[in-house]
Every structure is written in structure tokens, then in C-alpha cells.
């Protein structure tokens, strides 16, 4: 059976190509889906479920330059000081996976190498140490993990090989592809040219730019009146295609190609815009002309039900969002584990705060400051020292004061772009949509 990511299926005559926004199983690399309850379901795009090995597995890039779909597993480490005997080290928390990994020190990262059956437990050693290139570096200890001997080694070729097809697009973006020879196909994210790109932080908006996965955040500025960006990147690190801004006053983000590498100084920074010494251990770029990023319109998925799917959409392509909507919440939500469920949780940047509601500082007064500007995001809930969700309501009214220096109790006023709201109670955990993770057959 075939799963759309989208609103439905594109109708295909015998004669039609295979439409490319549509996802499906392998005979063997089966789908794994969030199941709602209601007719809506989300796509796990990071793991899948292997029929033959009856176990789930994740895309993983081998030392060998493939990817293979890899079971959950805990790494080895080495218990001599020429790193000639690997044990398996789970950490003390979670459960103990099947399986041990062996990596390779390669180009700078570990990447997987060798797999094996976990084993019997066995002692802590004394000191473990990890192997990198010829290098045996060590003694490290963690006496709080767990040991294991190694198993059967399993070989790459039990595992399935997952492929990146290219896949021909009339837009300018294109899709990047996980697939397999048992006929897996789906689309799990987005290039423009050569450059990864994601949809821009924008929960609840229509619209969103696809924003080159490199961009930096540009801190500083080049001029004495704050108005020509400038990137400060550590020596050692990558040079990105993207300088993105962030304005203080309005939370709007401009968007700019990587200009010329200048000296620095001159370097301001503040909302002052004070003069400022530069690191001598960072380049500095200056913006150059603004970026032509590719615009997504996030389209809801318009079926009568509580939850709704959303889709980016650009010319041809399509790719579902991680968010959806819930319908009885009025906001986007995303899955997380809570309470040994999966739960849709409201999505926000925002937090609760705690003010007074006299100058004897004794009563909490539970608020949320919210950035009024037109780029601000229009959260909902807004997040308490409990991870507990709370309804934003109306703007508050009535004067608030706080703990200033010296443990003074001061009348508060928010800064200016920024408005005081009440809160409502914490949510309970049953207010929240809840998910089943269901294995679609081919």
C-alpha cells in the first residue's frame, strides 16, 4: 500500500510517470507512521522497520561511504592500551540495545564500521580507551556503564543498503531521497542547487523561506551605525553560503549572501552599537547583496478532524513538515515521548515568567511576554520551570513589580515591543492529541 505525504494522491493513468512526492514502503524496509486516530498520520523520516530482521533501523553512513539501515546500538570501547580488545559500554541509563558497534576514526569523526550481537555482561574494566587512526587515546573511566562481550559480528550485506536516487524536478528545489532496492521511496528533505535547505522557524505561518542548512548568524556589524551585518566565524570552521540577521527591535531575519572577508576592526555590536575589540581567533565576513531563497507555502491539511498535517510546497515539490495542527489546541503541535506516550505538544519559543503583583514581592503573578513586531510568532502556550503548557490569554492590565539589586521590590515594565500576558492553568497531560506508532505493509 502506498502512504501520501500529501493532501492525496496525485490520480496516475498506466501510462503516467510515478508521482515523486509520493512515499512507500520496501517489500523489506517497511514505513514507520505516528497514527493520530482520527485519519491523520505522520511519517517517521529517521527510522524504518526491517521485516526480514524484524527490528527497527535508522539511515546511517558507514566508514565504507554507504548508508545502511542500522539497528539501535550501544559503541565499543577498547580495555588495553593498544586498543586490541573491544567490549561493548552501554551508559547507565535507558534500556541495553541488541547490538554493539565498532567505529572507524575517519576524516575526523567516528563512523560506523563493524556490527555486532550484544554479548554477555561482563565486569567494568578498570580503564577503557578509544582508538583513533593509529592512535590509542586513553584511560578514560566510567564506572557507572555497563559491559558487554561481543556477539556474532553481523555482516553489512544483512543489512539493507539505502540509496539517494536523484530525482528530476521542475523547481528549482529538489528533493533528497532515501530508497532501496526493496522499492522503499521517500523524500526526507530538501537541496536548493547544491546546498541543503530547511524551512525557516515560522509555527502557524502561511509561508516560510527554505534557508540554506550552513546559514550563520551574523552578531556584529561593520559600521558605526549598526547597519551593515558582519559574520564572525571560529578559524577552523566552515565558510557558509549564508549570513543570516536577526533585528533586535522587530525579530524579522534578513537573509544575505556571504560577502568579502574584511579585517576587523572596525566591529560594533549592542543595541548601542559600541565599538568593540575583535577576537583575533575569528574571520569576519561582511553581508553581501540579499540571498534569492525559495519561498514554501505551508498548506494545512483542510479534512474535518483534530489533527492536520502540513505541507511545504514549492512548485512541484512537496514534503511534509514536522509540525502539525491541532485543531482543538489552536496551534501547531509536535510529537515528543512524555510519559511513555506520544504525545502532540504545543509548539512555542515562549516561557513563562514570574513577576509580583505588589511592592511586597510576596505573590507570584505567572506571565508571558510576547514580542508584538509582525515577525514575532503568535504562540499559543508558553512554557513553565515545570515543562508544564499554559494557555496565553489576555493582555495584563494591572501593575507588576520585581526583585531588582539589593533585593528591592521595583515596579516592572516590559521593554518596549513587548506585552505582558496573563496565563492559564498548566495542561493536563490527557489535554494533549496522542499518537500509535503503526508499520505500514508494502
Request: net charge negative; aromatic share 8%.
Amino acid at each position: 500500500m502506498r502512504a501520501a505525504v500529501l493532501l492525496a494522491l496525485a490520480a496516475c493513468g498506466d501510462n503516467s510517470a510515478p508521482d515523486p512526492n509520493v512515499v512507500q514502503s520496501g517489500s523489506r524496509l517497511h514505513l514507520v507512521q505516528y497514527d493520530y486516530g482520527d485519519g491523520a498520520r505522520q511519517i517517521d523520516t529517521a527510522r524504518f522497520h526491517d521485516a526480514a530482521r524484524d527490528e527497527r533501523c535508522a539511515p546511517l553512513r558507514w566508514s565504507d561511504g554507504d548508508t545502511y539501515c542500522t539497528p539501535a546500538y550501544a559503541t565499543t570501547v577498547f580495555t588495553s592500551a593498544d586498543c586490541s580488545e573491544a567490549v561493548g559500554q552501554v551508559a547507565a541509563s535507558g534500556p541495553d540495545p541488541d547490538y554493539l558497534l565498532q567505529e572507524f576514526w575517519l576524516a575526523g569523526v567516528f563512523l560506523p564500521s563493524r556490527l555486532y550481537e550484544r554479548g554477555a555482561p561482563i565486569a567494568a574494566p578498570a580503564a577503557t580507551w578509544l582508538r583513533r587512526g593509529s592512535a590509542c587515546d586513553g584511560p578514560y573511566a566510567n564506572p557507572n556503564a555497563s559491559y558487554f562481550a561481543l556477539g556474532p559480528e553481523v555482516s553489512k550485506d544483512e543489512l539493507v543498503r539505502i540509496t539517494h536516487p536523484d530525482v528530476p524536478s521542475a523547481s528549482r528545489l529538489q528533493r533528497q531521497v532515501l530508497a532501496s532496492a526493496d522499492g522503499l521511496y521517500l523524500p526526507v528533505a530538501l537541496h536548493d542547487g547544491e546546498v541543503p535547505c530547511t524551512a525557516a522557524w515560522a509555527p502557524g505561518a502561511a509561508t516560510a523561506p527554505c534557508v540554506p542548512a550552513d546559514a550563520r548568524i551574523a552578531e556584529y556589524f561593520h559600521d558605526a551605525t549598526c547597519t551593515e551585518p558582519e559574520l564572525a566565524i571560529a578559524v577552523p570552521d566552515s565558510v557558509p553560503s549564508t549570513i543570516e540577521h536577526v533585528d533586535e527591535r522587530t525579530s524579522c531575519s534578513s537573509y544575505y549572501e556571504l560577502g568579502a572577508e574584511v579585517e576587523a576592526p572596525p566591529l560594533f555590536y549592542g543595541p548601542s552599537c559600541d565599538s568593540i575589540a575583535a577576537p583575533s581567533d575569528r574571520r569576519y565576513f561582511v553581508a553581501g547583496p540579499p540571498a534569492d531563497l525559495v519561498m514554501l507555502d505551508r498548506e494545512r491539511d483542510p479534512v474535518p478532524r483534530r489533527i492536520h498535517p502540513i505541507t511545504l510546497a514549492a512548485g512541484d515539490v512537496r514534503l511534509g513538515d514536522a509540525n502539525v495542527y491541532d485543531e482543538v489546541l489552536g496551534t501547531e503541535c509536535r510529537r515528543a515521548i512524555v510519559a511513555d506516550a506520544w504525545r502532540c505538544l504545543p509548539v512555542t519559543g515562549t516561557l513563562v515568567t514570574e513577576r509580583f503583583d505588589s511592592d511586597a514581592c510576596q505573590t507570584v503573578v505567572p506571565l508571558a511576554e510576547i514580542h508584538t513586531s509582525a515577525c514575532a510568532t503568535r504562540d499559543a502556550f508558553a512554557l513553565d520551570k515545570e515543562s508544564a503548557f499554559r494557555r496565553i490569554g489576555a493582555v495584563h492590565t494591572a501593575p507588576v513589580f520585581h526583585l531588582s539589586t539589593g533585593d528591592r521590590c521595583l515596579p516592572y515594565t516590559a521593554a518596549e515591543g513587548i506585552e505582558l500576558r496573563d496565563v492559564g492553568p498548566a495542561l493536563p497531560l490527557d489535554a494533549f492529541a496522542t499518537a500509535t506508532v503503526v508499520t505500514e505493509d508494502p
